[in-house]
Nanobody, 125 residues
Framework: QIHLVESGGGLVQPGGSLRLSCVTS????????IGWFRQAPGKEREAVSY????????FYADSVKGRFVISGDNAKNTVYLQMNSLKPEDTAVYYC??????????????????WGQGTQVTVSS
């Protein structure tokens, strides 16, 4: 059974940092691309980043490039999203998702197969 569980969200001041975690089913990182998406109130869901652990491949949306870092720990079945220099416009519910063709799908804006429940990130003073 596939599961994805996010954690690490919260309230942070502008310029601050948060690290999100996505715990996956065992050995998922070996086969799946894990992506992070976010959705702000009244806005469409936005792709943020992905990692394909087996290829050591990563991708970042222009809006987060240089501020966010994605990484994976295969032994812990966990993908992290380190978010630095946070801005109010980063406020959203952040979701992790998994797909066997996730690199292709994120670049084409297509839907991933498996999703977590989301974690709220609020950037405000």
């Amino acid at each position: 059974q596939i599961h994805l569980v996010e954690s690490g969200g919260g309230l942070v001041q502008p310029g601050g940092s948060l690290r999100l975690s996505c715990v996956t089913s065992e050995r998922m990182l070996q086969y799946y691309t894990i992506g992070w998406f976010r959705q702000a109130p009244g806005k469409e869901r936005e792709a943020v980043s992905y990692i394909t652990y087996s290829d050591d491949a990563t991708f970042y949306a222009d809006s987060v490039k240089g501020r966010f870092v994605i990484s994976g720990d295969n032994a812990k079945n966990t993908v992290y999203l380190q978010m630095n220099s946070l801005k109010p416009e980063d406020t959203a519910v952040y979701y992790c998702a998994a797909d066997l063709a996730g690199d292709y799908k994120m670049r084409r804006g297509e839907e991933y197969d498996y999703w977590g429940q989301g974690t709220q990130v609020t950037v405000s003073s």
